[in-house]
C-alpha cells in the first residue's frame, strides 16, 4: 500500500516559527499509527532554513525551507502563490497547520486554491475504522463534532495545544533550500503595529487572566492587585472580557488573540471556551478560580477552587502580602 503524503505548513519569522507547530508534528504521529505515512515540512518565510532545520532535527521529517526575504509584503495571499507550486509538485493528501489568527489569512484560500476539503479548528483525532474523523468544538464550544473528509487533498487547521508532540531526541536534519519568485499580488500589508503590552504578556511568567465570571469591570484592579504580587506578571482577559471593554483587545488571550506560554496562568472567573484555552494551552501550571464548579475550565487547570472570587482573591492576595510569593524568576516555588 502507498504511503498518505502529509505536508506539514510552518510560518517562520526571522529563523523562528510558532511554539506550538511541533503540536502539528503530532498530528501527524497519530495518522501514522494507522497507515503508512510520508511527512515533509514546508517552511516558508524569512531565515526558514533555520527553523526548518530545527523541525528537521527535532521531528525527524525532512523539510524544505521557502525563502521569502524579511521586507517583503506577506500575506495571505502572497503564501498561497508561493506554496501552491510546491503542494501541487508534491500532492499530499493532508495539509496541516496551526489554526490562528494569522492563519486564517491563509486557510481557505489555500484550500480553494487546492480544490481541497477544509476543516479547522481541529482538536483531537479518532479512526472509525481505517478512515480519521477530526473532532471540533461547535455552538459555541458546548458540542464536539466529528468531521469526516472523503475527499483529498484536505487542509487541516490545528487549534495549538490540543496535540502534544514526543520528541524523539536530536536527529540529522533533511534539508533543501529554494527562494521561489515572488508574485505580484493584489493586497500588501502596509504596517505591522507591534504593542508593548502584548508582548509584555507573551513574555510574562505569570498571567493572571479575567472571565466574565470576575462580575464587573471593577475587580479588574482586585487582579492587578495580585498580579503586582508576582515578578515578571501580566493581567489578561477572555474575548467576551474585551470585547465589553473591561480590558483593551492587546490583552485578550485565545485563538484571536495572544498565544501565552507562563509557568503560572491564574483563570479567574473564566468559563473555558474552546478558544480560549487554546491560547493559554502552553502554561505550565493552572489555577482556575470559579464559582461554577461545572465550569469547563476545570478541566484544564491543575489546582482548582471552587468559590466567588470577591471572598477568595481578597483572602489569597492578603496571606501571599503575608508571607510573601516565595517564588523564584519564573514565578514558582
Not at 509584555?200 to 492587585?225: H, K, P, Y
Amino acid at each position: 500500500m502507498s504511503a498518505r503524503k502529509v505536508a506539514i505548513i510552518a510560518e517562520a519569522e526571522q529563523g523562528k516559527t510558532n511554539s506550538a507547530t511541533l503540536d502539528l508534528a503530532a498530528l501527524t504521529a497519530r495518522l501514522a499509527e494507522n497507515e503508512c505515512v510520508e511527512v515533509r515540512w514546508l517552511v516558508v518565510g524569512s531565515n526558514a532554513a533555520d527553523a526548518g532545520t530545527e523541525l528537521s532535527r527535532g521531528t525527524g521529517y525532512p523539510a524544505v525551507a521557502l525563502e521569502i526575504p524579511r521586507e517583503a509584503s506577506i500575506t495571505g495571499e502572497l503564501l498561497v502563490e508561493v506554496l501552491h507550486p510546491f503542494l501541487m509538485d508534491m500532492r499530499p493528501d493532508v495539509i496541516a497547520l496551526l489554526h490562528t489568527s494569522r492563519s486564517q489569512d491563509l486557510v481557505a484560500a489555500l484550500a480553494l486554491a487546492l480544490d481541497a476539503a477544509c476543516i479547522t479548528g481541529v482538536q483531537s483525532l479518532v479512526m472509525q475504522g481505517d478512515a480519521p474523523v477530526f473532532r471540533r468544538a461547535v455552538l459555541g464550544g458546548k458540542w464536539m463534532a466529528g468531521i469526516q473528509a472523503d475527499d483529498r487533498p484536505l487542509v487541516l487547521a490545528v487549534l495549538p495545544g490540543y496535540f502534544k508532540f514526543e520528541k524523539v531526541g536530536r536527529t540529522s536534519a533533511v534539508m533543501e533550500t529554494q527562494r521561489p519568485s515572488l508574485p505580484v499580488t493584489r493586497t500588501r500589508l502596509i504596517e505591522v503595529k507591534e504593542s508593548v503590552t502584548e508582548a509584555a504578556l507573551t513574555q510574562a511568567a505569570t498571567v493572571v487572566a479575567a472571565g466574565r465570571g470576575i462580575g464587573s469591570e471593577n475587580n479588574i484592579d482586585l487582579l492587578s492587585r495580585l498580579a503586582a504580587l508576582f515578578p515578571k506578571s501580566a493581567v489578561a482577559g477572555s474575548r467576551i472580557v474585551c470585547d465589553g471593554e473591561w480590558l483593551p483587545y492587546h490583552r485578550q488571550v485565545g485563538v484571536t488573540g495572544a498565544m501565552v506560554a507562563p509557568e503560572l496562568y491564574l483563570a479567574c472567573g473564566i468559563s473555558g471556551a474552546i478558544q480560549h484555552l487554546a491560547g493559554m494551552s502552553g502554561s505550565r501550571f493552572v489555577v482556575a478560580i470559579n464559582s461554577d464548579p461545572h465550569a469547563a475550565i476545570f478541566n484544564a487547570a491543575d489546582v482548582g477552587v471552587v468559590e466567588d472570587l470577591n471572598t477568595f482573591l481578597p483572602l489569597l492576595i492578603e496571606a501571599i502580602e503575608k508571607t510573601g510569593t516565595d517564588t523564584d524568576e519564573h514565578g514558582l516555588r
